[in-house]
């Protein structure tokens, strides 16, 4: 396999916070490149055994797709193999990350979008500085409820259920996963403990609405990279449809999240946190 150059830019999350905005952004801008699709899994299929059960078919299920859009066929002459060498195994090793970027120019700033690497276990994120060779991470914080409020609704969505019913919400909202994708005050630290400020930019998740442009370049500084003039980044990504919440669901998620709001407000004082 050729010298290959791994990427610089990471994105660890979390889940809901508007990754897929960012990776839009960023996107347009010339001097980054990032494989055809969002959300890589290399890091936590290795190191979170939840992961290994869906990551697989995540990249299957996104190859796939692009196999069958004709935009992709004509940009780059060999990209159909390029794509279907993603989908034959062995799969998410360090040889696979490396094939993902190995047609990145290597003029280019390589990024990894993957809200699941926020929740690395200490070695994981030890594995990943050392094997990245200590890049840029960003990480997008949102307000804990409203987040978890937004992986509840999408939950309820994949699985066709209606957002009125009360059975529902308490349901999902009580499931492992919702507290963990949020769990900040397990998750910073970690972070924090292996990456000085020049290497790890925490966002809060409100200023993408509030100052999108001002945000952007805030964002090239801090990775190194040309200034680009940005379209459409006022605009949301994915957005949900704003849909019935009980109240006794946002009550008992404050008061499970509570030790989250001291934590964020200890770690990044008051403005930070309402900016979230």
């Not at 019935?244 to 008992?252: A, E, Q």
């Amino acid at each position: 396999m050729k010298q290959v150059t791994l990427p610089k830019i990471i994105c660890i999350g979390a889940q809901k916070c508007g990754t897929s905005w960012l990776h839009e952004a960023l996107q347009q801008n010339p001097a980054v490149w990032s494989p055809p699709f969002k959300e890589l899994h290399f890091f936590d299929y290795k190191f979170i055994p939840d992961s290994r059960k869906w990551a697989k078919w995540h990249v299957r299920s996104n190859v796939k797709r692009l196999l069958k859009e004709e935009f992709w066929h004509s940009e780059i002459v060999g990209y159909d193999d390029y794509l279907r060498s993603l989908i034959k195994e062995p799969m998410l090793n360090g040889n696979w990350y490396k094939n993902a970027f190995s047609i990145m120019p290597h003029d280019n700033f390589g990024m990894d979008i993957t809200p699941e690497y926020c929740q690395l276990p200490v070695e994981g994120i030890e594995f990943l500085a050392k094997f990245l060779e200590h890049p840029k991470i960003i990480y997008i914080i949102r307000d804990p409820v409203d987040r978890a409020i937004s992986q509840v609704r999408m939950n309820l969505a994949r699985n066709m259920m209606v957002t009125e019913d009360i059975e529902a919400w308490e349901k999902f909202s009580n499931q492992p996963v919702v507290w963990q994708r949020g769990n900040y005050a397990e998750y910073v630290p970690r972070w924090d403990s292996f990456l000085s400020e020049d290497h790890i930019l925490y966002i809060p998740f409100g200023r993408i609405a509030q100052e999108p442009h001002t945000l952007l370049h805030e964002i090239e500084k801090f990775l190194g990279i040309p200034a680009h003039k940005y379209e459409d980044v006022e605009k949301k990504v994915f957005s949900g449809k704003h849909t019935y919440i009980p109240d006794s669901i946002k009550n008992n998620m404050r008061d499970k999240m509570r030790m989250q709001y001291e934590f964020l407000e200890n770690r990044f004082g008051q403005e930070f946190v309402r900016r979230t």
